[in-house]
């Protein structure tokens, strides 16, 4: 998902770049990455952190897709394709947080 949107900000002016496109790609790499990270601390209390932190990057994400389409700088296409993956990444990654374990939070 981070590099499709990747691939759909590239076309965008140099505003909406400065602004929204760098918020949007954060957030969307970031959930990859959190998760790389929890699973590389090497516990289960950590990679929970993580995770949480990876659901939360992908809420983020979801929350710049809407202010992009309501700033007209996605199509209809573009959002149908990226709420398909968010539609099925979500439920995934509750069920990863959900596998790795019930140790409680700090």
């Not at 949107?5 to 959930?31: L, M, Y």
């Not at 809420?59 to 199509?75: I, S, V």
């Amino acid at each position: 998902m981070a590099d499709d949107i990747w691939e759909i900000v590239e076309g965008w002016n140099f505003f909406a770049k400065d602004t929204i496109c760098k918020q949007i790609v954060r957030s969307a790499d970031s959930i990859g990455a959190n998760i790389a990270e929890g699973v590389g601390r090497g516990s289960f209390q950590e990679n929970r952190r993580f995770v949480k932190i990876a659901r939360g990057s992908l809420n983020e994400t979801q929350h710049w897709l809407r202010r992009a389409y309501t700033r007209n700088l996605l199509t209809t296409e573009q959002i149908s394709a990226i709420k398909t993956i968010i539609n099925e990444l979500a439920p995934k990654l509750n069920s990863y947080l959900n596998s790795i374990g019930n140790v409680p939070d700090d």
